[in-house]
């Protein structure tokens, strides 16, 4: 049987550059409803909580005992809490702040591995800050977010469960594939190019990343500009089942247009 987990992005409860003044106050009023409370409660003592059972050989007293680890993987975006003396717009508090609440929070995390901002161009990779002339901050919502060499370490750091997101998502330039990808045009090369691109990911995290996205937003963006292959998405999880030995740790991270619209 094949193992599955789940990865919840709490924003408003952990995001720390979150103002909470702009939170609106029917989202406000939902939470801090009795019944929501009530409902949250009965739920984690139905689902989430069980018996054990400690043995001593002489008494105890003033105990305390704190749950440090669990097997349910809960977390969030990884990426955003590991921008340390970068460039960003996000300040050293913000950040640490940030990184603070996720290590206390979760126990698993997403790292991007984003082909527009590993492979720039074709052949010269950047994984980490070490190539700042690469740097393109033209993504201004957080450019942080794509360097997946220092996300991981952030997660190795702090025993945080790295799921890699993403191996394949053939949609745009402002998106995943690099503007050198994108002018290829004809189909078989870039299906060429997207199954190296994966090659390329796997030899590089095949030990430190067991999980991964292997396509993202297949049904959203199918008809919205994408740069399709026939057959893309049975293909690119055959081209990571022949890279990685673990293909039980493989999903497709969906989501629809409904829940920003």
Known sequence: MKKFSVLFSIILAVNA???ESKIPQKMRDLWENPITDARIENGIRANRMGEFYLDFDEPVEN????LARHEFLFGAYASRSVSEGQPIKYTDEQINKYADLYTRIFNYGTVAVVWRRIEPQEGKF???YSNDKNL???YTSNPTVMQSDTALAFCEKNSIIPKGHTFSWPISVSHFMPAWALDLKNPDLIEAASNRNIRDIAERYRD???IWDVVNEAADYR????ILYD?????????AERCLPYDDKFLINETTAA???
């Not at 057959?231 to 081209?239: H, L, N």
Request: net charge positive; aromatic share 22%; hydrophobic share 30%.
């Open 17 to 19: 550059f979150c103002d």
């Open 63 to 66: 105990l305390n005992i704190k």
């Open 126 to 128: 950047r994984w980490d």
């Open 136 to 138: 393109d901050l033209s």
């Open 208 to 210: 430190r990343i067991k």
């Open 223 to 226: 008809d919205k500009g994408s």
């Open 231 to 239: 057959d893309y998405v049975y293909k690119a999880f055959k081209e």
């Open 259 to 261: 829940w920003y619209q």
